[in-house]
């Protein structure tokens, strides 16, 4: 792939550390993205980084689930002009696009189930300067163990606050001779079943229309007989974009899902995939290599057994819910930087 | 002339209404007008001594209004908000009525948030209520001039042209017919999400406003875009 080879050498993706040498390499300088379990992020030095909380990665060793690793990923940055980091609450998030530098990229971490979750979910796409500028990221989460007991936490490192209720995103410009590409790798597809379209923005969904007709998704889905573990798929001019289902409250004749569905898209549950690995790796040969930067989901992770098995070019955190310009589920979103052609 | 009369001049505020106060604030370069309608400027009197309000007057509003060389200018009035006083602003609107045009124009040609409000020192979060009510209110119609051919610059950089708002390719473009071969995300989900947003509207001034903003993406990316650029417009013509 053309963009693939020019991808530059410099910081590729990051690596998984024990908390005393991620210490070190905040204190040795640079730029960082980081994730840790909440206690760790809370030890780890000032400095220049943004992080955020999950227990989940993948490492050089596969799939882990770890409270005391680091995984520390090293961000391309700019010799002319220094990145920085800004917060947002839910009033004012819509201006990160705005505040993000004419030429470079913006990576933001966002606090799983919070305002500041939610507004990003349904409005980012409105956001001024949206689609114009790079913008990726991840949502911090928690251990499942934990839920009810604790609370997923941005970081701004800068000065070792943990936001609960803010989003923490870094501002990077980039030199003029380079580009920030993001990109999606996404193994779902759509089954080009039914179609079902929604009424309004929510993540929380009763009526629907399948096919046109009036309907109700959870009974829609208990009719089926859907495997829940697959998304509602839709494509948004060739990308497949997915919605994960959360829960089904066949009572309430309610489905909870894990990112919001939009009025006016089409979507179809997704084909059930084989392997996730070999699956992956089809889909990662031409995009994952050479990225800086890349976050997958925790429902891959969880859904696809990846504890202890690799998926090959690909290390990082695995997140509640994954940014490349708006908020996704289940898809590994990556960063690269791309050397522009003098 | 006196200083009122002035700035009255200035401010474009005609007859019957006039300048009650003024307050220069050399430092922070703001300047403060309070006007009143002349032939209600006693019944403004008249309410606050009496304690009640009359009709068309109201809690005292800020506007800001436009600049005064290099000074910001904040137009006060008891009066009513109104929509027609190019000194006056609506209810929720930060502005007054002419500057709002001013920036909703700019906005309609494509021009970015951050240009705005550094070239007339607006607060972002000014600029962003005053569209946030134009959507809600569906007050769309102004209309601006065509932004030009502001891509000289572009197009001697050895960059393929960037078709002018008025080509047929960004309609084309829209449809979505022939874009099959976009390969890159943010184009992608920036015409979908331009698709939807269109969807069942019928409101020429906010397509164009959608094709300036998909125009401007390209101008913004012009350099990262350079070696699809031509093919994507070339199919998108075909």
Same mark, same amino acid.
Not at chain 2, 13 to 41: Q, Y
Not at chain 2, 190 to 219: A, G, M
């Given at each position: ?14 690596? $998984? ?81 705005? /505040? ?50 604790? +609370? ?7 000065? +070792? ?42 993540? &929380? ?23 829940? %573990?697959?998304?509602? @798929?839709?494509?948004?001019s060739g ?5 994960? #289902? ?13 990112? !919001? ?29 050479? &990225? ?5 989901? @925790? ?27 708006? $908020? ?13 052609? &003098? | ?14 007859? !019957? ?17 309070? @006007? ?67 920036? +909703?124009?700019?906005?309609? @040609?494509? &021009? ?20 946030? *009510? ?18 000289? *610059? ?10 002018? #708002? ?12 022939h874009n099959s071969r976009i390969k890159i995300?943010?184009l992608r989900?920036?015409? +979908? ?8 509207? /019928?409101?020429?001034?906010? %397509? ?20 699809e650029m031509q093919r994507i417009f070339d199919d998108v013509?075909v």
């Open positions: 792939m053309e963009q693939a080879q020019q991808r530059m050498d410099g910081p590729h993706g990051g690596a $998984l550390l024990g908390a005393e040498q991620a210490a070190a390499m905040i204190r040795s300088g640079g730029w960082f993205a980081i994730a840790a379990d909440e206690p760790v992020l809370r030890r780890l030095p000032q400095g220049n980084w943004i992080g955020g909380t999950i227990p989940y990665f993948m490492g050089a060793n596969g799939g882990e689930i770890s409270r005391e690793k680091v995984h520390v990923t090293p961000l391309p940055t700019s010799a002319h002009g220094g990145p920085w980091i800004r917060r947002y609450d839910a009033e004012h998030l819509h201006r990160i696009c705005v /505040d993000a530098p004419e030429h470079g990229y913006t990576l933001v971490i966002l606090p799983a189930m919070t305002p500041v979750h939610q507004t990003y979910a349904r409005e980012a796409p409105g956001f001024e300067d949206m689609f114009l500028k790079p913008v990726f990221g991840w949502v911090a989460g928690i251990h499942l163990d934990d839920i009810n007991r604790c +609370s997923p936490a941005a970081v701004d490192g800068s000065n +070792s606050v943990l936001c609960s209720q803010e989003a923490v995103a870094l501002h990077v410009p980039l030199p003029e001779s380079q580009v920030a590409e993001i990109g999606i790798v996404n193994i779902f597809e759509q089954d080009h079943g039914d179609v079902i379209r929604f009424p309004s923005a929510s993540f &929380t969904i009763t009526g629907c229309t399948v096919n046109g007709r009036q309907d109700n998704l959870a009974e829609y889905l208990r009719r089926r007989n859907a495997d829940l %573990r697959l998304p509602l @798929v839709a494509d948004y990308s497949m974009i997915n919605v994960s #289902v959360k829960a089904v409250d066949e009572a309430r004749g309610a489905v909870e899902l894990y990112a !919001p569905v939009f009025p006016g898209v089409e979507y179809q549950l997704a084909r059930p995939v084989g392997d996730y690995v070999q699956a992956f790796e089809r889909a990662l040969r031409d995009e994952g290599a050479g &990225t800086a930067c890349s976050f997958n989901c @925790v429902l891959n992770f969880l859904y696809s057994d990846l504890e202890g098995r690799c998926t090959p070019g690909f290390n990082g955190p695995m997140t509640f819910g994954e940014v490349a310009y708006q $908020l996704l589920n289940q898809t590994m979103v990556y960063m690269a930087v791309r050397r522009l052609p &003098t | 002339m006196n200083t009122r009369e002035l700035y009255r001049q200035l401010l474009a505020i005609g007859d !019957p209404w006039r300048v009650r106060r003024l307050e220069i604030n050399v430092r922070d370069k703001r300047l403060d007008i309070w @006007v009143e309608h002349v032939a209600g400027s006693t019944g403004g009197f008249l309410s606050r001594a009496l304690g009640k309000k009359s009709a068309g007057f109201d809690r005292e509003r800020v506007w800001r209004h436009l600049n005064v060389g290099r000074y910001r200018a904040f137009v006060h009035s008891e009066a009513a908000p109104s929509g027609v006083e190019p000194f006056l602003g609506e209810e929720g609107i930060p502005f007054t009525n002419a500057m709002a045009a001013r920036v +909703s124009s700019l906005l309609a @040609v494509g &021009t970015c948030y951050r240009a705005i409000c550094t070239a007339m020192d607006l607060d972002f979060e000014d600029v962003w209520q005053l569209k946030a *009510a134009r959507y809600r209110g569906a007050d769309t119609n102004d209309t601006a001039p065509d932004a030009g051919n502001e891509l000289v *610059a572009w197009t001697s950089g050895g960059l393929p042209p960037i078709p002018d #708002v008025s080509d047929p390719v960004w309609e084309r473009m829209l449809a979505g017919d995300l943010s989900l920036l015409l +979908s999400q331009t698709q939807i947003q269109l969807r069942n509207v /019928d409101d020429p001034s906010l %397509r164009q406003q959608k094709i300036h903003k998909l125009r401007r993406y390209f101008i913004n990316n012009a350099r990262a875009l350079r070696p013509r």
